[in-house]
């Protein structure tokens, strides 16, 4: 039984000891840095994007709200509902997607 | 300086000289452990998979709670993205990749041919039966005897007691001595030793 290990632990290591150990780049550091940099510029300038682009709809929101809906009386409630709770409606989307973030989940 | 201070040191200030020195120290180490997840030729993937590593950490080091230590979260979340790694792309073993190794023997010269195309033929055999191993079976073979690390290395960078690597040694090879068995008979095991 323990020859037969034997046997086979020469085996493998007769086997893999010949295949090289592979080796990092000596740069390999600053790599990682300089890609962090990278990713950190591209997640700063979609953060802006994605309050821009929210903004922009929001702003659409309220115009064709307006638009549509001003002469009709019985709409005025629902003007001040869309002007008061669309902020909260994107902080909302934008707090769970930092949450989900938070918690690895994305 | 201990881990968990330049942690510390990084998550208050935001210095990336903290993490450099986070990367700097632990860069091998993470090396290897991708290494032994890939399989012996995957080296530039690997490389391309600890730099993933590192930025994960980098975006994740804020949900570090300190329960265990940096060192036993880092190699958990290296093995877990090796591992992902591996499901997602493979890893083919073909001659050709097992092959070229530049065998040579102790002065330098490469081999007799014959007895070159014979190491290259039971190398691939031998590395095909350890990729059908389970995979923390396979880890812990390519650490050990591809990467020459002692268990006790093996067990810290998995987060296993001594006990258990030793106990998935034994495993691994029984389960490897019967997959070579299959193919090549008693012989190709026991030497041609009854």
């Given at each position: 039984m323990k020859e037969e290990r034997d046997n086979l632990e020469l085996i493998l290591k007769k086997t893999l000891s010949v295949i090289p150990a592979p080796e990092l780049k000596a740069d390999f550091v600053p790599s990682v840095i300089e890609r962090i940099k990278k990713e950190e510029k591209v997640r700063v300038s979609s953060k802006w994007r994605a309050l821009i682009q929210a903004a922009i709809y929001w702003v659409i929101v309220l115009v064709l709200s307006l638009g549509l809906?001003?002469?009709?009386?019985?709409n005025r409630i629902y003007l001040l509902m869309v002007f008061f709770i669309t902020p909260f409606v994107f902080l909302g989307y934008l707090l769970s997607l930092r949450v989900l973030r938070l918690r690895g989940l994305i | 300086m201990e881990d968990e201070k330049i942690v510390a040191w990084f998550l208050e200030s935001g210095d990336q000289a903290a993490f450099s020195l986070l990367v700097e120290r632990y860069q091998k180490r993470v090396f290897r452990l991708v290494c032994s997840v890939l399989g012996p030729f995957s080296e530039g993937s690997a490389e391309e998979v600890c730099q993933e590593v590192f930025l994960k950490v980098y975006k994740k080091?804020?949900?570090?709670?300190?329960?265990?230590?940096f060192r036993t979260w880092l190699y958990r979340l290296t093995y877990n993205m090796a591992l992902d790694w591996r499901r997602r792309n493979g890893v083919r073993i073909t001659g050709v990749s097992v092959g070229d190794t530049g065998a040579k023997d102790d002065e330098g010269y490469v081999c007799d041919p014959l007895e070159n195309l014979l190491s290259q033929e039971r190398r691939l055999l031998v590395v095909q039966a350890i990729e059908r191993l389970p995979e923390l079976c396979r880890t812990i073979i390519y650490m050990h005897y591809?990467?020459?690390?002692?268990v006790e290395a093996v067990a810290e960078e998995l987060g296993l007691p001594e006990g258990t690597v030793k106990s998935y040694l034994f495993r691994a090879r029984q389960s490897l001595r019967k997959i070579i068995e299959r193919k090549f008979g008693q012989v190709a095991v026991n030497g041609g030793k009854k």
């Open positions: 809906f001003s002469g009709v009386e019985a | 080091i804020r949900l570090f709670s300190g329960r265990s230590s591809w990467l020459d690390s002692p």
